[in-house]
C-alpha cells in the first residue's frame, strides 16, 4: 500500500516577475509490518503579473498617457465636432465622395497642408515654454494666428484653443501652466492662442515629452476630419477605420517632420482645401461651423 501527501512551503522571490516555490511531496509506503516514509521537495517557478524589465507604466508616464489620452479625447470639451476644416464644402463640390477620396485629402492636409503647419507651431510653442522664452511663445502664437487663411478657421482653431486652455486651466491646474498662462492672458483674449500652439504650451507646464503630444495631437485632428466626413459623405464605421488606419504612417512621418522643422519651414501648397474653408463661408445649407 502506497499513500501521497503533497505540501506547499512557504513561496520565495528570486525576481519581481519570478516566485520560487517549494512543494513537498511524501511518499509513505506499507509493506506488511514495516512503513517507510520518503520526502522530496521539487521547485516550481511561478510568475507574476508585474514587470522586471522596468516596462511597466507608471509615475510620470502613465500621468502623461493619462493626460493626453483626456485631453486629444473627442469628449474634452473644446467643440472639435463643430467644425470641418473646409471638408464639407469639398464634399459638396465632388472632391471628397468616398473613403478613397477622403483618404487622398486628408494625407494632402496632413502632409502639405494644415497638419503639418500646426504640428511645427505645436512644437515651437513647447520647446518655448519648456526654456521659460516668453517673447519666443508670444511670436509662435501671434505667427500662428496670423497663418490662418480664413476667418472661418480662424474662429475654428482660436475657439479651440481658448476652450482647451480654459478646461484644462479649470481641471489640471499646475503652478507651471498659471506661470506659462501669467504672459498670454492677452494673447487669448485676442483669439491669437491657436489650438495647436495652446496644446503645445499646456502638455509642456505638465512635463509631457514633445514627441507623444505631437503624435497625440495629429492623431485627434485626423480622427475629428473623419468623424465630420463620415456625416457628410457617408461613410460608415469600418470605412472610417480603414482611413484612419491608412492615415497611421502619414501621421507619424507628418509629426516627425514637424518636430525637427524651423519656423522658416512652414508653408501650405493645398490650395483647394484653403478654398474649401473660404467657400464654406457661403455654403447655403451648412452642418459645420468650417
Same mark, same amino acid.
Given at each position: 500500500?502506497?499513500?501521497? /501527501?503533497?505540501?506547499?512551503?512557504?513561496?520565495?522571490?528570486?525576481?519581481?516577475?519570478?516566485?520560487?516555490?517549494?512543494?513537498?511531496?511524501?511518499?509513505?509506503?506499507?509493506?506488511?509490518?514495516?512503513?517507510?516514509?520518503?520526502?522530496?521537495?521539487?521547485?516550481?517557478?511561478?510568475?507574476?503579473?508585474?514587470?522586471?524589465?522596468?516596462?511597466?507604466?507608471?509615475? @510620470?508616464?502613465?500621468?502623461?498617457?493619462?493626460?493626453?489620452?483626456?485631453?486629444?479625447?473627442?469628449?474634452?470639451?473644446?467643440?472639435?465636432?463643430?467644425?470641418?476644416?473646409?471638408?464639407?464644402?469639398?464634399?459638396?463640390?465632388?472632391?471628397?465622395?468616398? *473613403?478613397?477620396?477622403?483618404?487622398?485629402?486628408?494625407?494632402?492636409?496632413?502632409?502639405?497642408?494644415?497638419?503639418?503647419?500646426?504640428?511645427?507651431?505645436?512644437?515651437?510653442?513647447?520647446?518655448?515654454?519648456?526654456?521659460?522664452?516668453?517673447?519666443?511663445?508670444?511670436?509662435?502664437?501671434?505667427?500662428?494666428?496670423?497663418?490662418?487663411?480664413?476667418?472661418? /478657421? +480662424?474662429?475654428?482653431?482660436?475657439? +479651440?484653443?481658448?476652450?482647451?486652455?480654459?478646461?484644462?486651466?479649470?481641471?489640471?491646474?499646475? @503652478?507651471?501652466?498659471?506661470?506659462?498662462?501669467?504672459?498670454?492672458?492677452?494673447?487669448?483674449? +485676442?483669439?491669437?492662442?491657436?489650438?495647436?500652439?495652446?496644446?503645445?504650451?499646456?502638455?509642456?507646464?505638465?512635463?509631457?515629452?514633445? !514627441?507623444?503630444?505631437?503624435?497625440?495631437?495629429?492623431?485627434?485632428?485626423?480622427?475629428?476630419?473623419?468623424?465630420? *466626413?463620415? !456625416?457628410?459623405?457617408?461613410?460608415?464605421?469600418?470605412?472610417?477605420?480603414?482611413?484612419?488606419?491608412?492615415?497611421?504612417?502619414?501621421?507619424?512621418?507628418?509629426?516627425?517632420?514637424?518636430?525637427?522643422?524651423?519656423?522658416?519651414?512652414?508653408?501650405?501648397?493645398?490650395?483647394?482645401?484653403?478654398?474649401?474653408?473660404? /467657400?464654406?463661408?457661403? +455654403?447655403?445649407?451648412?452642418?459645420?461651423?468650417?
Amino acid at each position: 500500500m502506497m499513500l501521497m /501527501r503533497a505540501t506547499s512551503i512557504t513561496s520565495m522571490t528570486i525576481m519581481p516577475t519570478i516566485i520560487m516555490r517549494m512543494i513537498m511531496i511524501t511518499i509513505t509506503m506499507i509493506t506488511g509490518m514495516a512503513i517507510t516514509s520518503t520526502t522530496t521537495v521539487i521547485p516550481m517557478l511561478m510568475t507574476t503579473t508585474s514587470a522586471a524589465d522596468g516596462s511597466a507604466l507608471m509615475g @510620470a508616464d502613465a500621468a502623461a498617457l493619462y493626460r493626453l489620452m483626456t485631453w486629444l479625447s473627442p469628449a474634452f470639451p473644446v467643440g472639435a465636432f463643430s467644425y470641418s476644416s473646409g471638408i464639407e464644402w469639398a464634399v459638396e463640390a465632388g472632391d471628397i465622395s468616398n *473613403a478613397e477620396t477622403l483618404r487622398g485629402w486628408l494625407s494632402a492636409m496632413l502632409t502639405d497642408g494644415s497638419g503639418f503647419c500646426d504640428g511645427v507651431f505645436l512644437a515651437h510653442a513647447h520647446r518655448a515654454v519648456e526654456a521659460g522664452d516668453d517673447g519666443a511663445l508670444r511670436n509662435v502664437a501671434e505667427l500662428a494666428a496670423a497663418f490662418v487663411p480664413s476667418r472661418e /478657421r +480662424q474662429l475654428e482653431t482660436s475657439t +479651440q484653443g481658448r476652450a482647451f486652455i480654459e478646461t484644462a486651466r479649470a481641471a489640471w491646474s499646475s @503652478a507651471e501652466l498659471e506661470q506659462a498662462l501669467s504672459h498670454c492672458e492677452d494673447m487669448i483674449g +485676442q483669439g491669437k492662442m491657436v489650438y495647436p500652439v495652446a496644446v503645445g504650451l499646456v502638455a509642456a507646464t505638465h512635463g509631457i515629452p514633445l !514627441r507623444p503630444t505631437l503624435h497625440a495631437f495629429l492623431h485627434a485632428v485626423v480622427s475629428n476630419w473623419i468623424s465630420a *466626413a463620415s !456625416r457628410l459623405i457617408p461613410i460608415g464605421q469600418t470605412d472610417s477605420q480603414r482611413v484612419l488606419a491608412a492615415l497611421e504612417p502619414v501621421v507619424a512621418a507628418t509629426a516627425e517632420r514637424a518636430q525637427c522643422a524651423a519656423l522658416d519651414d512652414l508653408g501650405s501648397a493645398t490650395f483647394r482645401a484653403d478654398l474649401a474653408n473660404l /467657400r464654406h463661408e457661403t +455654403q447655403y445649407t451648412r452642418l459645420f461651423r468650417s
